[in-house]
């Protein structure tokens, strides 16, 4: 069993920043791929950004140059550095990382979100 925890989200003003991060925990082996992904109101969960294990970065091209993905593979922990921020970028961000359980089967796992909202 793998758990995720998410936090870091918030009310925050356009131009400002958030950090968010997501902690794994369980029966883990190793972590591949880690990334976040987020759901406005109305709208299809999108990919906002991932990293692999040997930290190749990917971006939404709508958060390039504004956020930042991370990982600290000691601690099974992502993190988004969120700068910039504006109105759209309001949604339920999501964590989901690919885990090799004690098991050795490889899955993907989703956090249970956490709400980013941008307004003055």
């Known amino acids: 069993q793998v758990q995720l925890v998410e936090s870091g989200g918030g009310l925050v003003q356009p131009g400002g920043s958030l950090r968010l991060s997501c902690a794994a925990s369980?029966?883990?082996?190793?972590?591949?791929?880690m990334g976040w992904y987020r759901q406005a109101p109305g709208k299809e969960r999108e990919l906002v950004a991932d990293?692999?294990?040997?930290?190749?970065?990917n971006y939404a091209d709508s958060v390039k140059g504004r956020f930042t993905i991370s990982r600290d593979n000691a601690k099974n922990t992502v993190y988004l550095q969120m700068n910039s921020l504006k109105p759209e970028d309001t949604a339920v961000y999501y964590c989901?990382?690919?885990?090799?359980?004690?098991?050795?089967?490889?899955?993907?796992?989703w956090g249970k979100g956490t709400l980013v909202t941008v307004s003055s």
């Open positions: 989901k990382t690919e885990v090799v359980t004690t098991n050795y089967v490889a899955r993907n796992y």
């Open positions: 369980g029966s883990i082996y190793s972590i591949n791929a």
């Open positions: 990293i692999t294990s040997a930290d190749s970065t």
